[in-house]
């Protein structure tokens, strides 16, 4: 899911955005993965990309990274790495749990004193002594400064994209790719058809003309979800806009959009949204 949603357009275009008005770079990291570098990243700090040609330096630097987000399970957090830069990650929310973490950084928060670029200079000697002193600090003393304000305004709009992220994380894993084979399609459109109808594996490979294992294995790779968590999916994005409506009982909800029992309905509800279907109903009536 996290990786349909770092590919998503909703994604890529706040991501630019973001760069492109803060000059930093941000990331969309899988809350399970481990620690990564922002090599490939355009933003990145430029005493960043040469500390990671060094496999000890990168190492050093990433030890920060799951600390902060740690510390970001209920607030946006930050952590320094051993050169003294920052680095801050914001969770992204599926209900209650947090799937995956925003990350920005790498820049200063206030300029480094002369002890601190001392310090460098000898971590660098220590760990990287393959490395030209002089280019290092260089590129070292040039990393962005930015203050607390500015700071501040950055995670703010990641907090508040966040909370959008999170919300739109079902709908992202429903969408179509642009390369899809037409028979994934139309297996997608006689889902959405006739979700609330008991929409079997059988029945819709049958329809779109392939064999029942052959399908299910094509569908997996073009959406991502096998084929019964892909309904269930489409199943729950109805569920949501009724229970908009305070006069319908979930319960009344559940066979509507086709589930067979209330029990199956709040365990699939709450293993895709983080929450079940009265929690969900109670944070959008107060949101």
């Not at 006739?194 to 392939?210: E, F, P």
Request: hydrophobic share 40%.
């Amino acid at each position: 899911m996290v990786e349909k949603m770092a590919g998503s357009l909703l994604f890529r275009q706040f991501q630019q955005a973001f760069e492109v008005v803060t000059a930093l770079p941000l990331t969309l990291r899988a809350a399970q993965s481990p620690p990564q570098a922002q090599i490939e990243n355009r933003n990145q700090a430029r005493c960043c990309s040469l500390l990671s040609q060094t496999h000890r330096c990168c190492a050093v630097c990433l030890k920060p990274q799951p600390r902060a987000c740690d510390g970001a399970k209920d607030a946006p957090a930050a952590q320094d790495c051993a050169f003294g830069l920052n680095e801050t990650a914001v969770g992204v929310k599926v209900g209650k749990e947090i799937v995956a973490y925003l990350q920005t950084g790498l820049t200063f928060c206030k300029t480094p004193t002369r002890e601190q670029t001392q310090r460098t200079l000898q971590h660098l000697r220590e760990w990287a002594p393959d490395l030209e002193p002089g280019a290092a600090i260089q590129r070292y003393r040039a990393t962005p400064v930015v203050h607390r304000r500015e700071h501040l305004a950055g995670v703010k709009l990641l907090q508040i994209f966040a909370q959008q992220l999170g919300a739109a994380a079902n709908q992202i894993v429903l969408l179509q790719a642009d390369a899809e084979p037409a028979q994934i399609a139309q297996a997608r459109e006689l889902i959405t058809a006739h979700y609330r109808q008991n929409v079997t594996l059988a029945m819709i490979s049958k329809q779109v003309g392939m064999g029942r294992f052959y399908f299910s294995k094509k569908f997996k790779q073009a959406t991502g979800a096998n084929y019964t968590d892909f309904v269930s999916r489409v199943r729950l994005e109805r569920a949501k806009t009724l229970l908009l409506n305070p006069h319908y009982r979930v319960s009344e909800i559940a066979f509507e959009v086709g589930f067979k029992s209330l029990t199956h309905f709040n365990r699939v509800f709450k293993r895709i949204a983080g929450e079940s279907p009265s929690e969900y109903r109670q944070h959008i009536q107060g949101a």
